[in-house]
């Protein structure tokens, strides 16, 4: 059964850093293509970043800069960086894996929280 878990969300304060992990079981990781979506309370669900199959990886413009998305295939963890953290970067973050190949199969973590106090 593939499965996704997130972890290292928490409370920060406002300037600090998080490192979030994304460990996935049941699937080959080398065959996923890994990104991290985050939704805030009464708002959609966002893209923050992501690898694209072809291993280039996407940002959400306002966050360029300050998040570092990366993957350890040998552990089969993706990772994201967070720095210089703001009170708006407060929400859900999810881990994501979509097949490179067969792209309708997608997997989703259950989410972390991330609360960044000003």
């Known amino acids: 059964q593939p499965q996704l878990v997130e972890s290292g969300g928490g409370l920060v304060q406002a300037g600090g850093s998080l490192r979030l992990s994304c460990a996935a079981s049941g699937i080959t990781s080398s065959a996923f293509a890994f990104g991290w979506y985050r939704q805030a309370p009464g708002k959609q669900r966002e893209l923050v970043a992501r690898?694209?199959?072809?291993?280039?990886?996407n940002y959400a413009d306002s966050l360029k800069g300050r998040f570092t998305i990366s993957r350890d295939n040998a552990k089969n963890t993706a990772y994201l960086q967070m720095n210089n953290l703001r009170p708006e970067d407060t929400a859900v973050y999810y881990c994501n894996a979509k097949n490179r190949i067969f792209t309708s199969v997608v997997y989703w973590g259950q989410g972390t929280q991330v609360t960044v106090s000003s």
């Open positions: 690898f694209n199959s072809d291993g280039t990886i």
